[in-house]
C-alpha cells in the first residue's frame, strides 16, 4: 500500500465540510483576518507543478509568542496540496490578523510534532478530540502512539524572523 492509498477519500474535504473551511479566504481578503485573532493563519502557497500562487486557510495548533513560531498542522495528512506545496517550496505569504509577512518555514519532526500536538490537547481537549474523530485519526494516548500519529498529520511552523 503506497502513501496515497493510506487515506480514505472521506478524510478529505468535501462539499459543505470544504466550503466552510475555506470561508476565512475571502474574509481574510475583505481584510477581516482580525476576526480570527491568532487562532488562524492564511498561507499563500505556490502550486508545485502550475506555479499558480494559492491561499489556504489553516489553524493555529500553537503559537510562541510575539514575533516567534506560528504551527499548524496537516489534519488531512502529508499528501494535503497545500503540504505538498509547501514541501516543494516554502509559503510565499503568512498573513495572521491583518499582518502579512515572508515566513521562514520548518517542517517539525514527529518527536516535536507530538509535543506540540500534545499542548494542544491539553489546551483544547474537546477541539482536539473532535478534529481526530473528523480526519478520522486516533491513538492510544500513550506519548509513543501519539508521535506514530503525527507522521500522518505533519507539522509546519512559520516564523516571522528573516529567512537564511
Given amino acids: 500500500m ?3 492509498d493510506s487515506f480514505s477519500m472521506r478524510q478529505r474535504p468535501r462539499g459543505l465540510f470544504k466550503w466552510m473551511l475555506r ?5 481574510f481578503r475583505m481584510r477581516l483576518g482580525w476576526i480570527f485573532g ?3 493563519v492564511l498561507i499563500t502557497h505556490r ?3 502550475s506555479g499558480t500562487l494559492h491561499q489556504t486557510p489553516v489553524e493555529v495548533v500553537q503559537h510562541d509568542g510575539p ?3 506560528y504551527i499548524v498542522c496537516s489534519g488531512t495528512g502529508p499528501t494535503a496540496d ?5 514541501v516543494s517550496s516554502p509559503a510565499v505569504e503568512i498573513q495572521v490578523r491583518n499582518r502579512h509577512w515572508e515566513p521562514a518555514q520548518r517542517m517539525l519532526d ?3 510534532a507530538a509535543r506540540r500536538f500534545h499542548t494542544y490537547e491539553t489546551l483544547h481537549p474537546r477541539t482536539a478530540g473532535r478534529l481526530l474523530r473528523t480526519m478520522g485519526r486516533s491513538y492510544d494516548g500513550s506519548d509513543a502512539g501519539r508521535v506514530a500519529m503525527m507522521a500522518s498529520m505533519p507539522m509546519v511552523a512559520f516564523s516571522d524572523q ?3
Fill in 2 to 4: 503506497n502513501l496515497r
Fill in 67 to 69: 514575533g516567534h513560531e
Fill in 38 to 40: 491568532e487562532r488562524f
Fill in 162 to 164: 528573516p529567512r537564511r
Fill in 110 to 112: 514527529n518527536v516535536e
Fill in 47 to 49: 502550486g508545485r507543478r
Fill in 23 to 27: 470561508l476565512p479566504v475571502p474574509l
Fill in 82 to 86: 497545500w503540504y505538498r506545496n509547501l
